[in-house]
Every structure is written in C-alpha cells, then in structure tokens.
C-alpha cells in the first residue's frame, strides 16, 4: 500500500504541468521590442529582432543610410505589421531654409513640409511634428519644436524656430539635427527620421534652402539602450547625444549675453547681464524661476557677490541689470567673472542651472571676450556666451545664495 502510494507520488509538479498545459501549438510570444524596430536585441530564436543585429551593431552614426539598408534581409514572415518593414521604406522627404544672422547671433530655421513620410499609425497615416537639437549639448536646453500636424503624411508647418545666442563658434562646431516624430496620445511618441546639418555648410546671411530625404540613424548597441527602447525613442535620443559628446565635455545648459565694458573714468569693470536663451527646465512645470549671480575671484573680500532679481516661469529671461566692479585695470587682468544662473525654488535650496567663467583661465570665446575687453576700455563689448552644467575647477566651491 505505502509503496504503491509512493509510486503515484513520483509524478512531480513539472512533469504534471507539461501533460496537462499547451492544447495547441506553441507560438512565439511577442516582445515588447518588435513595437520598437531595431533598438535592443531579442531574445533566442527571436527572428526579427536577430536580422536586424548586424545593423544595430555598426558603429554610431558612421554607417551611412545606404549601408543600413544593405544590412537588413527582406521580410520573410508573413505575419509581420506594415511599419516593421521600415527599413525598405522610404522615410519621406523634408523641406526647409536655414539662416545664420552673424549679425544678432540667430539661427533661423523655416520648417516647411515634409512629402510622403512613413505611416507609423493604424490608420496608414501619421500625426507628424518637427524637433531640433543642436549637437553636441544637451538635449532639453536646446531643444526646439513644431506643432503637430495630425493625420497626414505630407503635412505642411511652415514654422520658424530660432536659436539666440548663437557664435561663431558654434557655426564651426555644431550640427543641427532635425528629427521628425509621430506623435501619439496613448504611447510614446514615434521616430521617423532625421537629418544632420553641420553648420560650417551655412554662409553668414545666405538663407540655404534644403529639400532632402530623412535617414535614420543607428542606436547604441548597449544594455542601457535596450531599457531605453522600453522607455521610448526620447531616452534613446538623449543617450545618442551623451555618446556623441565623449565623456570630456559638459552638459549644455543654455545661453547667456553679457555686456562687459571697462570704464577708464569710474576706474572699473560694468557688467551687464543682458539676457539668457534655452535655459535648463529646472521645474517640473518645464520651466525654471531664473536669476544670475556673479562673483569676481578671487573674492578676497567677500565682496564681489551681485545677483540680478528672479523672472518668473521662463526660460528666456530678459535681465537688463548691471553690476560695477571697482577696480583698477591692471588688477582686473588677473581676476575671473564667474557667472552662474539658478533656479529660484520656494521652499528647497535654488537649482544650479550653469555657468560661465571669463578671465585668463578660461577658454574660447570666454577668455576672448575677456581680453578683448581689457584691451579697450570704455567699449561695451556685448557677447553670447554658453553655459555648462559645471564650472571649471578654478572657479568652483559656490556658496550658495
Ligand atoms: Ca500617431
Ligand atoms: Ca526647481
Ligand atoms: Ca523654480
């Protein structure tokens, strides 16, 4: 009895499972990485997502659109959404001016229409909108966008997007990148396809006209771009840019024009903070309370602190304000302007949103204009300057307000 008994028992759980479970043919279950075409690999004897392995893994932004296309197989399947067969299917085609006004430091940009973009909706069509960015930075202080132009292919913005603040500097280094998304109201929004203008191609005051075909270039292919591709094409964008930006450079904050003049009569340096353009959102209503602090180091005296009064709910703000600093000119040719913007917060310590060194020490167009401003008194010499998450190491330690 007890042995008989013992034999049934020998039945275990798993063995139970697979008799009784599975009526009918297994079929593959599908991922949540087949609704985010080619971003994070799949898993074993996932045929879709390992076709698209060899195009994940070139190298970043090297590949050209051509070669992304010779990588991928046609579809075999026949089970397989119209938007997955992306890569055999042209993007569309993305019409628009640009002009760099040298004069007031502006960026314009004219999005026009876009022909014949992918569908990326149920309905065949796509709920289409334009963003930039300007590459390397970071990507929410110098973002820009359009409307959304709902339920079209061929929609038409004609919309002008300006960047302020922009140099000479950035003319010669900079890319501006043009994405094209669909938007969506219950998921997140989708990426069609881009398109890189370095802007060394434009000519001071020579509006170019573009009409080209939109690409779409390759994600990283690391685990932290595979959690991105649940999270959505905006996490995947910013990682982009991260990688782009190589681990030496800081974080883009925004813009900031400041007026330096020194006046041989009064015997000190004038400095005018004159506005601030694409701020850091530092709240989370998407904006920031900016206010700008300076301080002249080294502050022996702990005397050199200026701060301007907080705009509210802006990331342009308009300051006006000036600060003197008395001082003869050869002892300011050994001190640096640290300027510093923050974000007023009622109820917990102010936000750090950038800054900016001039002096010596500093680089590019920070220690030009520095110079070039010892070198003639009694001229306001009035320039767009970057700020960065950081301040140089010099100029650091910020007690703060
Ligand atoms: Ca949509
Ligand atoms: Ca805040
Ligand atoms: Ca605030």
Redesign the pocket.
């Known amino acids: 009895m007890r042995g008989r008994r013992g034999d049934r028992m020998t039945i275990n759980i798993q063995e139970h499972m697979a008799i009784n479970v599975c009526p009918g043919p297994i079929r593959p279950i599908r991922q949540i990485s087949d609704y985010f075409p080619r971003r994070g690999p799949g898993p074993e004897g996932g045929g879709r997502d390992f076709r698209e392995a060899p195009a994940r893994l070139a190298p970043l932004a090297l590949a050209p659109p051509a070669a992304l296309l010779g990588a991928t197989t046609p579809e075999e399947g026949a089970e397989v959404d119209s938007y997955d067969s992306d890569d055999t299917t042209a993007l569309g085609m993305l019409e628009f001016d640009l002009l760099y006004d040298q004069a007031s430091c502006t960026l314009h940009c004219s999005i026009l229409r876009a022909k014949g973009l992918k569908p990326m909706d149920f309905n065949g069509l796509a709920d289409p909108y334009v963003k930039l960015h300007l590459l390397p930075g970071a990507c929410k202080a110098n973002k820009l966008k359009t409307k959304t132009q709902r339920n079209t292919l061929n929609p038409v913005w004609n919309e002008d997007l300006t960047y302020s603040g922009i140099t000479d500097d950035d003319i010669t280094h900079k890319v501006l990148r043009i994405s094209v998304c669909d938007e969506d109201k219950l998921s997140h929004n989708e990426f069609i396809g881009e398109i890189r203008v370095p802007l060394r191609r434009l000519k001071p005051s020579q509006k170019k006209h573009f009409n080209i075909c939109l690409e779409r270039q390759v994600p990283l292919a690391s685990p932290s771009s595979m959690s991105a591709a649940l999270r959505g094409i905006s996490c995947y964008l910013k990682e982009l840019e991260q990688a782009e930006q190589g681990p030496g450079l800081l974080e883009e904050r925004g813009r900031i024009l400041l007026s330096l003049s020194y006046s041989s009569r009064r015997r000190g340096l004038l400095v005018g903070i004159v506005r601030c353009a694409h701020l850091a959102a ?2 989370v209503n998407g904006y ?2 900016p206010y700008v602090k300076t301080y002249l180091r080294p502050d022996v005296d702990k005397k050199s602190k200026h701060k301007t009064c907080v705009k509210k709910k802006t990331l342009n703000p308009e300051f006006n304000e000036d600060f003197f600093y008395e001082m003869e000119l050869s002892a300011l040719a050994t001190k640096t302007l640290e300027v510093t913007v923050w ?3 009622i109820g917990k310590s102010n ?1 750090f949103i950038g800054g900016v060194s001039l002096g010596p020490g500093a680089r590019g167009e920070a220690r030009k204009h520095w110079r070039d401003c010892l070198q003639q008194p009694d001229a306001a010499l009035e320039r767009w300057h970057t700020l960065t998450s950081e301040l140089p190491p010099a100029a650091g330690a910020l007690p703060s307000a």
């Open positions: 530092m709240d920031s309370d974000d007023y917060d936000d």
